[in-house]
């Protein structure tokens, strides 16, 4: 999650399993934040450490992610239901990660020993394509993905892995203010009888 100078809540929102941080990125009233190679690159910029660093964003990067995000989003409407997914969204995530299969690298450094860093041998989209399909897979597999949410205000569609059982919402200081608001202001005009 971001917060501006005045500690309002910004777009995008991270920190969420990554394939839930992907899926969100098409927020209420700000369209798309990965519709273009400059939004991609600011969201991968979000994602620092979670994800193989990207050189330069194209266009061969930027439909890769956005095949991913339609894979995984149709998948996860599914899954979460407890239903099965859609077989061309498995086909097309399978597909993602078989374009870039990950592999163990040993080497031995003085400062650290002996590390398995994992690599794709792959072009930047395919390699990028496979980590995110990967991480959808992740969360597909994961027992909690009949747990994800999708916040309960009004007019927000962005998705949440609640740590607690009562998390309605995205961001409590966002939405879960703004339905509050709404509701003081609803009970209120009903009171004094107003339409």
């Known amino acids: 999650m971001t917060a501006n100078a005045m500690g309002a809540v910004t777009f995008p929102l991270t920190g969420e399993p990554l394939a839930l941080d992907l899926l969100n990125t098409r927020p209420p009233a700000t369209g798309d934040l990965i519709g273009d190679p400059a939004g991609l ?22 439909a890769a992610v956005h095949a991913v995000r339609e894979a995984a989003g149709a998948a996860l409407r599914a899954a979460a239901e407890g239903g099965r997914p859609p077989a061309a969204a498995l086909r097309a995530l399978n597909g993602a ?8 690298e040993l080497e031995w450094t003085e400062t650290d020993g002996l590390t398995a860093a994992r ?23 994961d027992p909690r993905v009949t747990s994800v949410r999708a916040c309960e205000a009004e007019d927000c569609v962005l998705l949440f892995l609640p740590a607690h059982p009562r998390r309605r919402w995205c961001v409590a200081s966002a939405c ?20």
């Not at 990660?97 to 163990?104: C, F, K, L, V």
């Open 119 to 141: 690599r794709r041998p792959a072009a930047p989209a395919a390699r990028l394509a496979a980590e995110l399909a990967e991480a959808a897979a992740e969360l597909l597999t």
């Open 41 to 62: 690159t600011a969201w991968l910029g979000e994602q620092a450490g979670r994800l193989t660093p990207v050189a330069a964003v194209g266009a061969a990067e930027l």
């Open 97 to 104: 990660m078989a374009g870039a299969p990950a592999q163990r």
């Open 176 to 195: 879960g203010n703004r339905t509050r608001v709404a509701r003081y202001y609803a009970r209120h005009k009903a009171d004094r009888g107003e339409s």
